[in-house]
C-alpha cells in the first residue's frame, strides 16, 4: 500500500502514510528503507517520493487528503498575518485554499488570485473583493495560467503575497512541479511588497523543476511542527531562517473552526538561545529574537511564531 500511495502522489509523509496504514511511524520508516533498497522509492526529509530526485505534480484530488491537519494549523497561523482593508494575492493551492476559507470575515479585503478554488471559497463573502486573473484554466489544480494570467497582473501592487508549491529549500527557495504554474507565480510575487510562503513539513527539503521564489525574496515562511525525529527538516527551517527568512510554525493540531478567522492572537517576544547574529539596533549579543502566538481564548490553539532576523 505504500508504494501505490507513493506512485498516485508523488510524495507522501510517513505520518500519513501511518495514519493510511493504521501502523507506527517506526514500522512505515522501517518499509520505506527496505523500499528504498529495491530502487522503489527514495527518502525524503519525513517522508518518501517517486524515485528520480524530482517529485511529479500531484492532482487535486490527491493533494486535497494529504497532511490535511498541517494545512489546517497552517492557514489558522496565516489568516493572523492578514489586517483588515488590505490588498493581497493568493496562489493556487491546496493550503492557500483552506487560508481563503478563513478570509471570509476580513472586513475591506481584496484578493487577486488565479486560483478558482480560493475564489470560490470567497464568493459568498460580503465584505470581500475578489479580483480573478485572466488566463487558460488548467484542470489539474483549477488555476489559470499562461500569458493572459501574466498580463492581467502587470501595474498590479499589493502588500502581500501567500503562495504555496511542491517544494521548499534554502538553496533555491519555493519551487513547483510545472511550468505554468511557476511563471504565474513569479508574477504574482512581483506585485507583492511581501511574500508569505505556506508550506507543510513534508515540503522542507523537497527540490522541483521548476523555481517560482528565490529564498532571498521570501519574507516569511508560515510550517507545522516537524515530528521530533525529523531532523532534517528542522535543519533546513534553520537554513531558511539563516538566509532571513521569518519563520512561523503552528502546531499540526490547529483550530477547525471552517470559514471563521481565527481570533487574533497576543503576542509576547522571549529570548531564544543561539549563535551571535547581528540583529540591528537594540539587539542583544547571542540571543535571536522570537515572537510567540499565545492563546487569546480557552479554544485558541497554541502556536508558536520565530520571527528569525536577518544577519
Known amino acids: 500500500m505504500i508504494l501505490e500511495m507513493v506512485r498516485a502522489n508523488g ?17 512505515v520508516r522501517r518499509d520505506v528503507r527496505a523500499l528504498e533498497a529495491e530502487g522503489l522509492l527514495d527518502r525524503r526529509h519525513g517522508g518518501a517520493v517517486l524515485p528520480g530526485g524530482f517529485t511529479r505534480e500531484s492532482g487535486f484530488p490527491q493533494k486535497s487528503h494529504l497532511a490535511t491537519a498541517e494545512k489546517t494549523a497552517i492557514a489558522d497561523l496565516a489568516a493572523n498575518f492578514v489586517e483588515e482593508g ?3 494575492v493568493v496562489g493556487a493551492g491546496t493550503t492557500t485554499q483552506e487560508l481563503a476559507r478563513r478570509l471570509a470575515r476580513v472586513p475591506g479585503l481584496t484578493v487577486v488570485t488565479n486560483s478558482l478554488l480560493v475564489a470560490q471559497a470567497l464568493a459568498h463573502a460580503n465584505r470581500v473583493e475578489v479580483v480573478m486573473t ?11 495560467v499562461g500569458s493572459g494570467a501574466e498580463q492581467s497582473l502587470q501595474g498590479l501592487r499589493v502588500s502581500r503575497a501567500f503562495l504555496s508549491g511542491s517544494g521548499l529549500t534554502a538553496e533555491r ?4 512541479s510545472n511550468m505554468l504554474s511557476a511563471s504565474v507565480d513569479r508574477a504574482l510575487v512581483q506585485a507583492a511588497a511581501e511574500v508569505v510562503v505556506l508550506a507543510d513539513h513534508t515540503k522542507l527539503g523537497t527540490d522541483t523543476m521548476f523555481q517560482t521564489v528565490p529564498t532571498d525574496v521570501i519574507t516569511r515562511l508560515v510550517t507545522d511542527e516537524p515530528p521530533p ?28 473552526g471552517g470559514d471563521s478567522v481565527p481570533p487574533r492572537q497576543a503576542r509576547r517576544d522571549v529570548a531564544l538561545p ?26 485558541a490553539e497554541r ?8 544577519r
Open 86 to 88: 488590505e490588498a493581497i
Open 11 to 27: 510524495a507522501v509523509s510517513l505520518r500519513e502514510l501511518a495514519r493510511v496504514v493504521q501502523t507506527s511511524e517506526v514500522t
Open 303 to 310: 502556536a508558536r511564531v520565530a520571527d528569525l532576523r536577518r
Open 134 to 144: 485572466g488566463g487558460t484554466l488548467r484542470g489539474s489544480n483549477y488555476a489559470l
Open 173 to 176: 527557495g519555493l519551487s513547483t
Open 229 to 256: 525525529h525529523d531532523d532534517r527538516a528542522a535543519t533546513e527551517l534553520q537554513a531558511l531562517a539563516d538566509q532571513g527568512v521569518q519563520i512561523a510554525v503552528a502546531g499540526a493540531s490547529g483550530n477547525s
Open 274 to 299: 543561539g549563535p551571535r547574529r547581528g540583529q540591528g539596533p537594540g539587539a542583544v549579543p547571542g540571543l535571536r529574537t522570537a515572537t510567540v502566538l499565545g492563546e487569546t481564548s480557552a479554544g
